[in-house]
C-alpha cells in the first residue's frame, strides 16, 4: 500500500501525545485550511494557547481541526513543497507553524468511500483508496466530488494522507506524536 492516512498518536492512559492547542472559548477553527489554496498573503497570525495551561508544550500540537510544528521541527519537514507553514502564537510558548496541506487530488476510481446523497454529495469517509492507488505526493488531501456542496465552495477532505516518503519522514520525526496509518 503506498497511501497512509495522518493521525495524532494516543498515550498508553488514552490521552492526546501531542498537546491540544486552542482559543479562549475553546472553538478555534479556521474553515479556509480546508481548501488547498495557498493562504500565506492573506494569513494573519492568531494567538491561542494550550488547551491545559499548566501542560507542556510538545513540538507538535494539535487542535481537531489542525496540526502545529515547532519552528526546528517544521525545517527538518522542508522536503515537501506542498507543505504550506502558517504562524500562530502559543501564548508563553512562542511561534509555531500549522501544518497546511496545499495540495488535492479526486478520488481515485474503485477507492472504498462513503459519499453523501444530494444535494450534498461530500465525501464523508475515505475508508481506503485502491490496492494499485500509488501516491502521487508526499502529503495530499482528497477533494470532495465534482457537484458536491463541498467542491462547490473549494473544499476538500480534513483528512490528510501521505505517500511512502512522507510516512519515513515521519517515523523520524514525529513518531512520538503522529503515525501514518493505510489508507
Not at 497570525?45 to 488547551?51: D, Q, V
Not at 513543497?81 to 487530488?105: K, R
Amino acid at each position: 500500500m503506498a497511501a497512509f492516512k495522518l493521525s495524532i498518536r494516543s498515550n498508553t492512559d488514552g490521552s492526546f501525545a501531542p498537546a491540544w492547542f486552542d482559543n479562549d472559548t475553546r472553538l478555534w477553527d479556521d474553515p479556509r485550511l480546508r481548501s488547498p489554496l495557498s493562504l500565506i498573503e492573506q494569513w494573519t497570525m492568531p494567538n491561542l494557547k494550550l488547551h491545559i495551561a499548566d501542560q507542556p508544550a510538545t513540538p507538535i500540537l494539535f487542535n481537531p481541526n489542525a496540526l502545529a510544528f515547532s519552528a526546528s521541527l517544521k525545517n527538518k519537514m522542508t522536503e515537501f513543497p506542498e507543505i504550506e507553514w502558517l504562524p500562530i502564537n502559543i501564548q508563553g510558548h512562542g511561534t509555531y507553524f500549522i501544518f497546511h496541506v496545499t495540495t488535492a487530488i479526486e478520488l481515485p476510481d474503485g477507492s472504498n468511500a462513503v459519499v453523501g446523497l444530494p444535494p450534498g454529495g461530500n465525501l464523508a469517509v475515505l475508508h481506503s483508496f485502491p490496492s494499485n492507488f500509488c501516491s502521487p505526493l508526499g502529503f495530499f488531501r482528497v477533494w470532495h466530488p465534482v457537484g458536491s456542496a463541498g467542491r462547490k465552495v473549494g473544499r476538500c477532505t480534513s483528512g490528510v494522507f501521505l505517500g511512502t516518503a512522507a510516512k519515513a519522514s515521519l517515523e523520524v520525526f514525529a513518531n512520538e506524536f503522529l503515525e501514518a496509518r493505510s489508507a
